[in-house]
């Protein structure tokens, strides 16, 4: 079985952690690479900043956060 492993800045999937946090990340706002998302593979992800629910961590990361202190959505685990 093939585990995914996304990336909790921008959504982005990969198959090992290690090739994740190999490869740079454009929106993590505190380091240069993209960054483990420990929570599970859910049919929607909810935003801990503000409780805005998404069907993908790409469509959650991207758009814009009022009470986020990035300005951006963050995924609750
Ligand atoms: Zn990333
Ligand atoms: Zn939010």
Redesign the pocket.
């Known amino acids: 079985m093939m585990a995914n492993f996304y990336c909790k800045w921008c959504g982005n999937k990969y198959s090992s952690v290690s090739s994740l946090t190999m490869n740079s990340c454009s929106r993590n706002p505190e380091g240069k690479k993209h960054e483990l998302y420990e929570g599970s593979e859910k049919p929607q992800y909810t ?6 629910k998404y069907s993908s961590l790409s469509s ?1 990361t991207m ?6 202190p990035t300005k ?3 995924p609750a685990l």
């Open positions: 935003c801990k900043c503000c409780g805005n959650l758009n814009s956060c009022s009470k986020s951006k959505h963050q």
